[in-house]
């Protein structure tokens, strides 16, 4: 059996080791958003049919982790809006394979031997959102493929995009 004192080193120690659990989990979880022309983060976006806007798709590359490749998927309402995929200026990664499906899917890649260093926020793509026909959807963004390494990868959480298209 244990004493007292052993008791409390135990639990002490536990909870020295659930708390770094805890840090180490929250710093890891990273997020991809979308950004208007003055960088400022959005959730929404209202575009009046005829009308161009350009965003940014960024992410969150957690501490001490390498981003050297990435691929994305962003999905969208093809009756609604038009889209068109654009390298961002002096990011450090530029796509280097972009594809827009008819079905609302824009696959996007990007590779770069040496990579940016967390922690760290790189900048994706920029997209440019034309509006064709009325209504509202979401713009969703799924990461396959962020990391290192096929072994280390820390796939961004997506945040959604609301568009309205007046």
């Known amino acids: 059996m244990l004493n007292n004192n ?11 080791v659930l708390v770094a659990i805890v840090a180490y989990a929250q710093d890891n979880n990273n ?20 009308q161009s806007i350009l965003v940014r798709l960024k992410a969150e590359i957690p501490q001490n982790k390498i ?19 654009n390298a961002t200026p002096n990011s450090r ?3 280097s394979n972009v594809s827009i499906e008819d079905s609302g899917a824009i696959i996007i890649n990007g590779f770069d031997v040496k990579g940016i260093t967390g ?11 034309t ?16 990391g290192e390494k096929s072994d ?3 796939l961004p959480k997506g945040d959604y995009l609301t568009i309205l298209v007046k």
Do not use: H
């Not at 991809?32 to 005829?50: F, H, P, Q, R």
């Not at 922690?119 to 959102?129: H, R």
């Open 67 to 85: 981003l050297k490749a990435y691929s994305v998927i962003i999905y969208f309402d093809n009756s609604k809006i038009s889209v068109e995929a």
């Open 31 to 50: 997020l991809a958003y979308w950004t208007d022309s003055a960088n400022k983060k959005i959730n929404n976006l209202e575009i009046e049919k005829g």
């Open 93 to 95: 990664i530029v796509p």
């Open 119 to 129: 922690k760290s926020t790189a900048s994706i793509t920029d997209i440019t959102i």
């Open 152 to 154: 280390d990868q820390f």
């Open 6 to 16: 052993s008791m409390r080193i135990m639990t002490f120690t536990i909870i020295i």
């Open 131 to 146: 509006g064709k026909e009325t209504g509202d959807f979401p713009c969703s963004i799924l990461f396959t493929a962020f």
